[in-house]
């Protein structure tokens, strides 16, 4: 019995360490996305780093780990897909905003709002720090925010498109409803001609995602479903939803793409298990190349 009770003690101690472990190291991630609506040349890529879910998180003195490990990827650009702070009544946003400025120094930088970027955006009463400030610093600083609108890459035949879906959509235990029909009200129709990417925080809905149109659904929110059975899926959803399909990963469903990001940081619950956290590389290709 005593054995018993050692091992497994001793297996406690060793998921302690893991989980301590992975929530203060990161790694990087690559993903070659290949369609023939981009137009890049033979041979070449358009690099793109996605960043999401990193919740103030720091990996060394102004995270200048995560910093030189982005500026050693050699990105074209970088896309946000939300919730690089943590939306709370009194906890400072200084960590993700000084983040921000740093990297944006390296390329151009393009950021979609996550649940808790919006609610402070929607909800400025409940919180001590302001959403408004933080936005208007960063686009000071040449970021470009996306809340519901579409930037053009015309060169690649790329459209960006960051959209803000309802709030009630990240009700816990119970899934809100989000229509095309809403999707369209909120960011318009696609253009079909172009390779359509959607940063949409929450992958919930990635299938009403691509109805709409996206050729690539760029999302976060899940932390990796925090535990994840390795090589299969993640455990648990921030909604708590018992195996996320979309927990995070590269996906394909014919021609379509949606890459979900298991995120940078964590909030509420430190734990991270077979689960470490991410920056994503896209490589972004035309079918020739």
């Not at 879910?53 to 060394?60: A, I, S």
């Not at 816990?172 to 999707?183: H, P, T």
Request: proline share 4%; with cysteine.
């Amino acid at each position: 019995m005593q054995i018993i009770v050692g091992i497994i003690i001793i297996l406690v101690l060793l998921l302690v360490m893991e989980i301590y472990r992975e929530v203060h190291c990161f790694k990087r991630t690559d993903y070659t996305i290949a369609s023939e609506k981009i137009r890049v040349p033979e041979n070449e890529e358009k690099r793109v780093i996605f960043l999401s879910d990193m919740h103030n998180q720091q990996y060394g003195p102004a995270n200048r780990e995560l910093v030189m490990a982005i500026k050693d990827a050699k990105p074209d650009l970088i896309f946000i897909g939300g919730d690089m702070l943590i939306g709370k009544e009194d906890v400072d946003y200084e960590p993700a905003l000084a983040f921000v400025k740093e990297i944006v120094k390296m390329c151009p930088v393009y950021y979609a709002n996550g649940n808790h970027e919006q609610r402070m955006k929607e909800n400025p009463e409940d919180f001590q720090y302001s959403y408004e400030t933080y936005k208007e610093t960063l686009e000071a600083n040449g970021v470009f925010f996306l809340e519901n609108e579409t930037y053009n890459f015309s060169e690649w035949n790329v459209e960006l498109k960051g959209i803000e879906i309802p709030l009630g959509c990240y009700r816990r235990f119970r899934k809100g409803e989000l229509s095309v029909e809403e999707i369209k009200e909120r960011i318009g129709e696609p253009d079909l001609s172009a390779f359509e990417i959607l940063m949409a925080h929450n992958p919930t809905y990635m299938k009403e995602y691509q109805k709409w149109g996206a050729d690539l659904v760029l999302s976060g929110h899940l932390h990796g479903g925090v535990v994840r059975i390795p090589g299969v899926l993640g455990v648990i959803s921030p909604a708590f939803e018992l195996f996320p399909k979309y927990s995070g990963d590269l996906y394909r469903d014919g021609n379509k793409f949606s890459v979900v990001s298991k995120g940078l940081g964590t909030h509420t619950f430190h734990i991270r298990l077979w689960n470490p956290a991410e920056f994503i590389v896209l490589h972004l290709k035309s079918c020739n190349s």
